[in-house]
């Protein structure tokens, strides 16, 4: 916990260069030359902040926590709280593919003076990321159309000596619109990679099957690039989306109504869904693909209309922010929220832990020694009185279970009466007749 006395001269500090938490920077931002998150830092070297304790801690924590994310699968939502007392980060790990639009909403408690900053980073290695998009937010949303199937991370970092809750939700949807008109009961009947002429090549696209000379529609504002015959699409259509890299690909129309070179809105008629080319034999269907310059990608994600809601949050609440303890004869902490990921520790029963956030039935819990994981939320209570202790020798009480690396709180006398509220390694986390917390080492 910071001194008082330290922390005012801070926070005067920041009130009079004008960006402590007491004040938000506006409405989402995608960063241009430099993201907000990285404009605050510079303001707080600037101020000479970065050398003092606090200010170095908060630099340090948003490129550590990088490399330090946990893993979730999205849709994902979590509810967590950060303190001011501590320096906080939340940093999050996650698959999305090329073609989702991502997006990404923070509300908060306070919404005022409790700025937070959002970056969403590439990962391309281990020890590399790219910062791809950045948000100082008051309550807006990151959205954000992936252009490499990877691994993305979250960062989500407060400013200093801001405390609020917060609820993040990330869902992944289309970044183009569907390209047949819902008037024709449009279903996605054969998926890319599909063996076609007896396993002699693979499915190149998607076929959407709809009623005869339903519209086929422009799935994005853009150009008609070509609008020609071929033996294999029949009466076919290719047109740019506007800002894009790649190119869509109509084919099998009964019809065509685009103009070569014609400028199209989404939604735009480009032709009628037929069965020309090699589909004669077929159901009426488009053949929907999208072209790089590195040859033919699976559309389907660019296009899939089923969006997957997040998991309602049914952990309690109540323990955010708060130390805990396991209850348990067996506890596990795993990499992420899912009971067939691989487990971080085994847990003891009685372990403390610090709760930071909750989803679905989980929570993302710290431990003692910093390594962070997901819990059970049914595992996990708070860390009341387990039972009462009377100290027969003097004792040091730590503010951490390591007496090495740990700085001695106070001195506690024999005959002093303890309560254990809970343990770790060779460590009782206890509270004293004054109610002071701490760690003393099992005798």
Known sequence: MMKPKYAYYLLLALSLLNFSCSKTTGPLAIFNKMSPHDAYGQRLKDAGLDKTAMGSAWLQKGQTSITNALN????????????????????????????????????????????????????????????????????????????????????????????????????AGPSLNFPVSSTGKPNIGSFWGDGRDNGGRKHEGIDIFATKRTPAIAAADGVVTSVSTNELGGLVVFMRPNDRDYTLYYAHLDQQLAQNGQTVRTGDTLGLVGNTGNARTTPPHLHFGIYTNGGAIDPYPFVKRTVQSQKSITASLQLLNATARTTG????????????????????????????????????????????????????????????????????????????????????????????KGSFGNYYLVTDAQDNTGWIKVR
């Open 72 to 171: 979730i699968s999205v849709p994902y939502k979590e509810t967590g709280y950060f303190s001011a007392e501590k320096i906080p980060s939340a940093t999050l790990r996650f698959d999305a593919k090329r073609g989702q639009k991502l997006h990404i909403t923070l509300s908060k408690k306070p919404q005022f003076n409790f700025a937070i900053y959002m970056d969403l980073w590439q990962e391309n290695s281990s020890t590399e990321q790219k910062l791809i998009a950045s948000a100082d937010t008051t309550g807006a949303t990151l959205d954000h159309e992936v252009k490499q199937t990877g691994k993305y991370i979250l960062r989500m970092q407060p400013e200093l000596l801001c405390s609020g809750e917060y609820t993040l939700t990330i869902t």
């Open 329 to 420: 004869k067996t506890n596990r902490l795993y990499i992420e929220p899912n009971n067939e990921a691989p487990i971080r520790q085994s847990l003891p029963i009685s372990t403390a832990l610090t709760i930071e956030a909750a989803t679905d039935g989980w929570y993302k819990a710290t431990l003692p020694s910093g390594a962070q994981g997901f819990i059970k939320s049914s595992t996990v209570t708070v860390a009341g009185t387990l039972r009462n202790l009377t100290l027969k020798q003097q004792q040091a009480l730590y503010d951490a279970p390591d007496s090495l690396n740990a700085s001695r709180k106070s001195l506690l006398n024999a005959g002093e009466k303890l309560n254990i």
